[in-house]
């Protein structure tokens, strides 16, 4: 009965044999049509049906006796939009091939849905003689996928309502997926890709804390604090970040046999800012009483130090003018004895003077985190800086690596020349008043960049000006010691301090601090 009908649809399509290897015989052809594991039919050109093969009739419920004779349309639901079949028969009528998901009906009713693909057959002459139809039954694929699709809807609407930045890093550090929160981070700091900075600060925090152990249990680190200096001078915010090891299976025809996958990062940052902001306020209220000693006791001590070093010039010259009266008279008379009782009374008092010099406090050496301390000294100098109408320019680098260093002493240090520039600025004259400070990562250390708009340093004295007791200011209250005192805790940290000699108003002040020097 088959055979018949395929004889049929062959008498009206052109010689199969076309192109056929002399070893395949015709009716290899029809066995396998008939035996193909998909819906197979042929059509004349108006989709009536001449043959249709056993596949056919097990997806439809349609014998080959209740088909043939009838057109395709008997397995139309009736549901699709008119236009689609019109493009359909607009597509195959001009010879060309149709592919598409059709809601089809079986004999016993019931719809499934079918993956079609119509092929005209065509002559050698171009002329369409028949259509050769296919099709599965894919209505559990098409669960499956609208199943997963919904899944990864609800993933996304789970993932983008959270109260968190979320967002999923290729080894490269390339944001492959992001959250809502996160893509307000982005407009908020008006960076292109806030996590791979994130990810850095995360990375330094982890090394600083190698060797520590602690424990994460399935994170790859958690609850790590990471503190972004937004550009433009806006207020820091912070972070507590997690990060967990996710993967995906690779779906390429590659690891069909032996399974890949790709590995990502999912991070999670939470934004701490405001609690963070509120222990900022009691810290900073803490350091100003700190720094406010700091400030009286290192008075004293240059004070004392400075009364020290000014009683050594008069000391030395009675001494010598002792040593000269020996060397003329050869003997020792009255003046000699008391001007050397005087050096000996003198030089008791400068030992009585240097033992009151308070020692320098030692301090214990820790991670510093530059933006962090530059803050905290403009905020100290909030007062000052309002007072005499400065404004600030904050530049730093939205994320610093961490240095070890004495925090105290790189304070008191970044202070001191803050000072200095308020200072220079705040006199008679000065019009323009602009601090600019500002931080950057460079050769395995931070510098920092102090200028402001003052009058300047000459050029002669851009050296001088870091002596010991040499002031360019007139005036009795200026000891001279700030940038003095600046270069010894630059160079305990092991790194350098110059100005710079400008061409313009003003004094530049570079620090550069190496990374990984210990005082
Ligand atoms: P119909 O009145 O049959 O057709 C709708 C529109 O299609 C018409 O307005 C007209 O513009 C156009 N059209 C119909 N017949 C022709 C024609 N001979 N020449 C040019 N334009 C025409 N449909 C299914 O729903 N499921 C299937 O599995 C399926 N398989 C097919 C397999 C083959 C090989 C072919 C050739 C067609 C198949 N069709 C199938 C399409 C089917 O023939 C019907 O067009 C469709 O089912 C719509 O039927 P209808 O009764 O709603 O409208």
Redesign the pocket.
């Known amino acids: 009965m088959i055979n018949k009908q395929l004889r049929a649809a062959a008498e009206s399509a052109p010689p199969v044999a076309d192109g056929l290897p002399p070893s395949i015989h015709p009716q290899v052809f029809q066995h396998t049509v008939n035996q193909a594991d998909m819906a197979i ?1 042929i ?1 004349d ?3 009536n049906i001449l043959y249709i093969n056993p596949a056919f009739t097990r997806v439809t419920g349609y014998a080959s006796e209740e088909a043939v004779g009838q ?3 008997i ?2 639901n ?1 549901s699709m939009p ?1 236009e689609l ?2 493009g ?2 607009q597509t ?2 001009h010879g060309e091939h149709w592919g598409g998901r ?1 809601i ?1 009906r079986r004999k016993d009713g019931s719809k499934y849905l ?1 993956e ?1 693909s ?1 092929s005209p057959v065509v002559s050698a002459a171009g002329e369409v003689l028949n ?3 296919m ?1 599965r039954d894919i209505t559990e694929v098409h669960r499956l996928e609208s199943e997963v699709r919904n899944q990864k809807a609800l993933i996304e609407s789970v993932v983008d309502a959270a109260p968190v930045v979320i967002a999923l890093l290729d080894v490269d550090d390339r944001v492959v997926l992001d959250n809502h929160d996160y893509k307000k981070l982005q407009a908020d700091l008006g960076m292109a890709e806030p996590a791979p900075i994130l990810m850095s600060a995360v990375r330094a925090s982890l090394e600083l804390d190698s060797g520590r152990g602690r424990r994460t249990s399935g994170y790859l680190f958690l609850d790590r604090e990471v503190r972004l200096d937004p550009p433009g001078g806006r207020s820091p915010r912070w972070f507590s970040c997690s990060g967990s090891r996710v993967r995906e299976d690779d779906t390429s025809a590659d690891a069909f046999l032996a399974s890949q996958g790709r590995d990502y990062l999912l991070l999670v940052a939470k934004e701490i800012t405001s609690l963070r902001l509120q222990q900022e306020k009691v810290r900073v209220a803490a350091l100003q009483v700190l720094m406010a000693d700091e400030d009286r006791v290192s008075g004293l001590r240059e004070s004392l130090a400075a009364a020290t070093f000014r009683l050594e010039g008069p000391l030395n010259m009675m001494a010598s003018v002792v040593g000269m009266l020996a060397r003329r008279k050869g003997e020792t008379d009255a003046m000699s004895v008391a001007l050397t009782e005087a050096i000996t009374a003198g030089q008791q008092a400068l030992k009585d003077l240097r033992s009151m010099i308070p020692g320098e406090t030692r301090e214990a050496i820790g991670a510093v985190n530059l933006n962090e301390l530059l803050r905290d000294v403009l905020d100290l100098s909030t007062g000052r800086l309002l007072a005499a109408g400065i404004t600030v320019i904050w530049q730093p680098q939205a994320m610093l690596p961490a240095l070890q260093g004495a925090p105290n002493k790189l304070r008191s240090m970044f202070k001191a020349l803050i000072d200095n520039a308020i200072e220079a600025m705040n006199t008679r004259g000065c019009r323009e008043r602009e601090l600019t400070v500002a931080s950057k990562a460079r050769l395995g250390g931070i510098e920092v960049d102090i200028a402001d708009t003052g009058p300047g340093i000459d050029g002669a004295q851009i050296l001088k000006v870091f002596e010991p007791f040499h002031t360019t200011k007139r005036g009795g209250c200026h000891l001279g010691t700030g940038l003095s005192s600046a270069q010894q805790v630059v160079a305990e940290h092991g790194g350098f301090i110059e100005i710079e000699p400008t061409t313009t108003r003003g004094c530049r002040v570079r620090v550069l601090l190496p990374l990984d020097r210990r005082p």
């Open positions: 039919s059509t050109v108006q989709g057109n395709q349309s397995l139309s009736h008119r079949y019109q359909l028969w195959i009528s059709l089809n079918a079609l119509i259509y050769l139809g099709h």
